[in-house]
Nanobody
């Protein structure tokens, strides 16, 4: 019914930047909150950042001051601008969105995109 397609991951050197994008498509009445999780090897998933439908943002302490989440409601897209990247940011990043469809509001996950920070 709904698909989240992520892009923008890759390999970057420490101190570099990446911009992740996640576009939602399908039978969408409304997109509520959107966000990004990440999971590094041997660790549990960590909530990185969220943004409400009204634009209110929240960040994990580990990324405050370095990452910025934003959204373009006309494009059904959420972004994660990642600056001053560190090796500990290496993880698979997952987009998530709470979406109101024909019957109910459902949480959807993207397929994940690998971010690797290494010299």
């Amino acid at each position: 019914q709904v698909q989240l397609v992520e892009s923008g991951g890759g390999l970057v050197q420490p101190g570099g930047s990446l911009r992740l994008s996640c576009a939602a498509s399908g039978r969408i009445f409304r997109i509520n909150a959107m966000g990004w999780y990440r999971q590094a090897p041997g660790k549990e998933r960590e909530l990185v950042a969220t943004i409400s439908s009204g634009g209110t943002t929240n960040y994990a302490d580990s990324v405050k001051g370095r990452f910025t989440i934003s959204r373009d409601n006309a494009k059904n897209t959420v972004y994660l601008q990642m600056n001053s990247l560190k090796s500990e940011d290496t993880a698979v990043y997952y987009c998530i969105a709470n979406i109101l469809g024909p019957s109910a509001a459902v949480g959807y996950w993207g397929q994940g995109t690998q971010v690797t920070v290494s010299s």
